[in-house]
């Protein structure tokens, strides 16, 4: 069973920095998408930052130039840090993770959710 280990996040005050982590363990035979989302309006579930692939990265526009990703594809993990932080990016961030079992089951499993709280 593959399971995701989420953590980092936190209160801070607005124009902080937060780094959120997340660790897959597990059988992985390859990493497709490995990113994070967050809850959005009407709780629907959007694109924060991802890595579709190892080589390329996502941002959504509201977080470019302020978030950075970072895939760590030797220990299957990824690291967002989150700069400039302001109240509108209060939410729960949700790691997010689509492998090969093996080489012909493709799965995806999501993380438990992480809150994130920005005030003063």
């Known amino acids: 069973q593959v399971q995701l280990m989420e953590s980092g996040g936190g209160e801070v005050q607005p124009g902080g920095t937060l780094r959120l982590d997340c660790t897959a363990s597990?059988?992985?035979?390859?990493?497709?998408?490995m990113g994070w989302y967050r809850e959005g309006p009407g709780d629907q579930r959007e694109m924060v930052a991802t890595?579709?692939?190892?080589?390329?990265?996502t941002y959504a526009d509201s977080v470019k130039g302020r978030f950075t990703i970072a895939r760590d594809n030797m220990n299957n993990a990824v690291y967002l840090t989150m700069r400039d932080l302001t109240p509108e990016d209060t939410t729960v961030y949700y790691c997010?993770?689509?492998?090969?079992?093996?080489?012909?089951?493709?799965?995806?499993?999501w993380g438990q959710g992480t809150q994130v709280t920005v005030s003063s």
């Open positions: 997010k993770l689509d492998f090969y079992a093996t080489g012909f089951w493709r799965c995806t499993v």
């Open positions: 890595t579709p692939n190892r080589l390329t990265t």
């Open positions: 597990g059988t992985i035979w390859s990493i497709n998408e």
